[in-house]
């Protein structure tokens, strides 16, 4: 089974930190896609990256980064010079087909992170 | 990044009722919706696959009866909740997956709605 693990329940860093969220994921599947979301407090999903099995290039946009390792299985989050409004519950989650051929997201337990001003 | 709507917002109910909650793919089509469930301080959890057409993919341990799909329409599904209980509230988040403009047929990011809070007394 698939499965999606953020070990970090919750950071705390003060304005202007780079702070970075971890994700790990086990999957059988030789392809498939890796995401990140956003929930804000007002409970609305984000959707932040996609990333397929077969780029394992580094992202960035803006603050935003991320690091993409097949070969640990990992696939990190950082935010730099963090904000105040990245205050924010944030979601790795794994793409996983269902047995009726459609794909379904396996969510991490998330990880909450609040940026003190 | 593509829209996706969901009403109501919040609602509160009476033991027993039934609750309709909607969501809506305002700028793209979506063959598939997913609906998910989730709890206070908790991840989401995948309840059904809603496809356009046909009879909704439960996944283990939701019951189907309790909560009905209809996706109707290539633009919105429905989940109701019938003969709601306390335990029932949660907060109801819908996604809908956006096919793209690149021709693929799978692996689509999945946009999600708002979310519903329903809180049953």
């Known amino acids: 089974a698939q499965k999606v693990t953020q070990a970090q329940t919750e950071i705390s860093v003060v304005e202007k930190e780079d702070v970075t969220l971890d994700c790990v994921y086990e999957?059988?599947?030789?392809?498939?896609?890796l995401f990140w979301y956003k929930q804000p407090p007002s409970g609305e999903l984000v959707f932040l990256i996609r990333r397929n099995s077969f780029d394992e290039q580094n992202e960035i946009s803006g603050r935003y980064s991320w690091n993409f390792q097949k070969s640990t299985s990992s696939f990190n989050f950082t935010i730099t010079a963090s904000q105040v409004v990245d205050s924010a519950v944030y979601f790795c989650a794994l793409s996983e087909l269902t047995q009726g051929g459609s794909e379904k997201l396996v969510f991490g337990k998330g990880m909450k992170l609040t940026v003190n001003p | 990044g593509a829209v996706v709507s969901q009403h109501p917002s919040r609602v509160i109910c009476k033991s027993g009722t039934s609750v309709k909650i909607e969501c809506r793919s305002l700028d793209f089509q979506a063959t598939t919706m997913f609906w998910y469930r989730q709890f206070p301080k908790q991840s989401l959890m995948l309840m059904a696959t809603?496809?356009?057409?046909?009879?909704?993919?439960?996944e283990q341990g939701v019951e189907k009866d309790k909560f009905l799909i209809n996706h109707a329409s290539l633009t919105l599904s429905t989940l109701t909740v019938t003969s709601a209980h306390p335990e029932d509230s949660s907060f109801y988040i819908c996604s809908a997956r956006d096919p793209g403009t690149s021709g693929r047929s799978s692996k689509e990011t999945q946009y999600f709605g708002p979310g519903t809070r329903l809180l049953v007394l």
């Open positions: 809603s496809n356009e057409g046909s009879k909704a993919t439960y």
């Open positions: 999957t059988r599947d030789t392809t498939y896609y």
